[in-house]
């Protein structure tokens, strides 16, 4: 269910938060966005992707949209990827991006993304994260990392982090499907293979304020399952067929 009072004239940025259980938090976190955006005078949107949240989340999500157009809000079933697809299939701004929604990003570097990628020198730009939670998410986010880097050769040490934030026309091509955490490998992937310029800001993680963290023992399996089979599978040797005929293989 979407909000039918957002405009439709081009916004110059969406911004999509998936959503899941954040009921005590996700009014600060959008205050704190929305002040950050405006203070530097950008046209923007954000979307709300509700994702079947157990507690009162989509009650604040409708409360916050009310009163602001700039706001949509999106319902989708459970999974980050299916809130990032169903959010970036919402977005009409010229540059698009997604992030979490846990408070644990300084909205303050929003504006730098923004600037980097405007400056059309770079297809994208993202953050990367010099700290965790703790060491235990630290050492696990290292080695998910080096085991992408010796599968796929990816460039980056921080292939989830988020913000992201890159043109919308590009979406087509990319033509991202996980509906779990590893959307953001497969987006990594891809734009490797596409030979995309990127850009990575280092920001320090601030500590979660509320919510609860979606990552569990479930979503490491996932993820290793996920690397290894994706390495091999029909769905990216047809996409590359389709995307990279006249890129030097």
């Known amino acids: ?8 004239n081009m916004s110059e940025f969406s911004l999509v938060l998936p959503v899941v259980n ?3 938090i996700i009014e600060a976190v959008v205050r704190e966005i929305e002040h950050v955006l405006r203070a530097e005078k950008i046209n923007y949107e954000l979307i709300l992707v509700e994702n079947q949240s157990t507690d009162d989340t989509l009650r604040v999500l409708r409360k916050l949209s009310k009163n602001n157009s700039r706001i949509q809000i999106v319902e989708t079933r459970r999974g980050y990827g299916s809130a990032v697809l169903a959010g970036l299939q919402k977005a009409n701004g010229k540059y698009v991006g997604y992030m979490p929604s846990d408070g644990q990003i300084d909205p303050k570097i929003l504006p730098d993304l923004l600037k980097y ?3 059309k020198n770079y297809d994208l730009v993202k953050v990367r994260r010099k700290t965790r939670e703790n060491i235990i998410r630290f050492l696990r986010s290292r080695i998910f990392n080096i085991l992408a880097h010796l599968l796929f050769h990816i460039p980056t040490w921080d292939i989830n982090g988020s913000p992201r934030i890159f043109l919308r026309t590009a979406l087509p091509t990319l033509e991202l499907s996980f509906r ?3 959307i953001d490998t497969e987006f990594a992937i891809k734009a490797k293979l596409l030979n995309w310029k990127i ?3 280092p920001i320090y993680n601030r500590d979660r304020i509320g919510g609860e963290s979606t990552v569990s023992i479930k979503t490491v399996v996932e993820f290793v399952k996920n690397l290894f089979s994706y390495r091999f ?3 990216l040797k047809d996409w590359r067929k389709k995307h990279l005929l006249n890129l030097v293989q």
Not at 1 to 8: A, D, L
């Open 1 to 8: 269910m979407i909000s039918q009072k957002f405009t439709k």
């Open 22 to 24: 954040e009921a005590d």
């Open 117 to 119: 990628a405007k400056s």
């Open 180 to 182: 779990d955490s590893f």
């Open 199 to 201: 850009k990575e800001l």
């Open 233 to 235: 599978s029909s769905s």
